[in-house]
């Protein structure tokens, strides 16, 4: 717990003192309205950082089973969303939904998001990707709380850094055997028994 507090103050540091190497998404907004792109000033306007932890899968049953493990993941795809009750409305910029690729290269970089919206809880979903496809087939990780984060910026001039759980589903195992029927036929038999 103490290595990724001191993680978090040195995130935090880097950020204020504007020397952050982080993958950088863009400026958003809720609803249609455009946003330019941020620009560095001495004031925040709502940052927030994400470490995107991966668990693997569960336990495999044989040997032959292998369950998802973070060398399979292609690609990380994050869609941020607000949080207005129990309503999710996804944050768009440009007519878009914003989302952030991250490649397997970078699942150990932190990412940021800027130009967000002061006192108002977001909600970033993280789906892991097995090939380059985003198909249903491709999705690896779970598409429930164990997934996203809800991360809540309160004031514009300081970055929130949190951890992005990502949990990969379980490898079930499917196994098939053939098996042969053999019927034997009977016998018949006679006993003779003697009355007394």
Request: hydrophobic share 40%; proline share 6%; glycine share 10%.
């Given at each position: 717990?103490r290595?990724?507090?001191g993680?978090?103050?040195?995130l ?37 950082v ?5 668990a ?13 493990s ?20 996804p944050?768009?910029?440009?007519g ?10 970078q699942?150990?970089?932190p ?5 967000l ?11 892991a ?6 198909g ?45 029927i ?8 006679t ?6």
């Amino acid at each position: 717990m103490r290595c990724w507090l001191g993680l978090g103050r040195v995130l935090v540091g880097m950020l204020v003192a504007g020397a952050c190497g982080c993958a950088e998404a863009p400026a958003v907004s809720s609803g249609g309205g455009q946003v330019a792109p941020s620009v560095r000033t001495s004031a925040f306007q709502g940052v927030m950082v994400l470490l995107p932890t991966v668990a693997a899968g569960g336990l495999a049953l044989q040997a032959l089973v292998t369950p998802w493990s973070r060398q399979d993941i292609h690609h990380l795809v994050l869609r941020l969303s607000i949080l207005a009750g129990p309503d999710e409305q996804p944050v768009r910029q440009d007519g878009e939904a914003v989302r952030r690729v991250i490649t397997a290269a970078q699942l150990s970089d932190p990412v940021a998001f800027r130009g967000l919206r002061p006192r108002t809880t977001y909600r970033v979903r993280a789906y892991a990707y097995r090939t380059e496809r985003e198909g249903a087939e491709d999705l690896i990780s779970v598409d429930d709380p164990r997934s996203w984060a809800d991360v809540v910026i309160d004031r514009e001039d300081r970055p929130i850094v949190t951890l992005l759980p990502v949990k990969l589903r379980d490898t079930v195992f499917s196994g098939e055997a053939t098996a042969g029927i053999r019927i034997e036929e009977g016998v018949y038999t006679t006993v003779q028994e003697t009355l007394s």
